[in-house]
């Protein structure tokens, strides 16, 4: 069975750190680009970072570089998004979707990517 599992989430004090988990079962991740997406009430989910399978480069939102970073560890079929200096502003349920191996400027497109986990929530408060 084809499946992303999201983990790691949870409630976090502004300044804080959390790593989320994206872990893939039914298929290997080595071959799929994988991107974190994250979704407010009432709002459009929106690409916060990505990384190829063809070159290993990485892409983020404007609104998280230099305090999010995306990683992959093939061998556990896992990527993972460190998210450190969190701020409410990032509260929302966070996505992990596999496409394909690279992507351009339309990788934060919601559409273009293929296959989803769940989700897990991220709560930034004090």
């Known amino acids: 069975q084809f499946k992303l599992v999201e983990s790691g989430g949870g409630v976090v004090q502004p300044g804080g750190s959390l790593r989320l988990s994206c872990t893939a079962s039914?298929?290997?991740?080595?071959?799929?680009?994988i991107g974190w997406f994250r979704q407010a009430p009432g709002q459009e989910r929106e690409g916060v970072a990505y990384i190829s399978s063809s070159d290993g480069s990485s892409k983020y939102a404007d609104s998280v570089k230099g305090r999010f970073t995306i990683s992959r560890d093939n061998a556990k079929n896992t990527v993972y998004l460190q998210m450190n200096s969190l701020n409410p502003e990032d509260t929302s349920v966070y996505y992990c979707?596999?496409?394909?191996?690279?992507?351009?400027?339309?990788?934060?497109?919601?559409?273009?990517?293929?296959?989803w986990g769940q989700g897990t929530q991220v709560i930034v408060s004090s």
């Open positions: 039914g298929f290997t991740l080595d071959f799929y680009g």
């Open positions: 979707a596999a496409g394909r191996p690279w992507y351009g400027s339309n990788w934060s497109k919601a559409d273009e990517w293929h296959y």
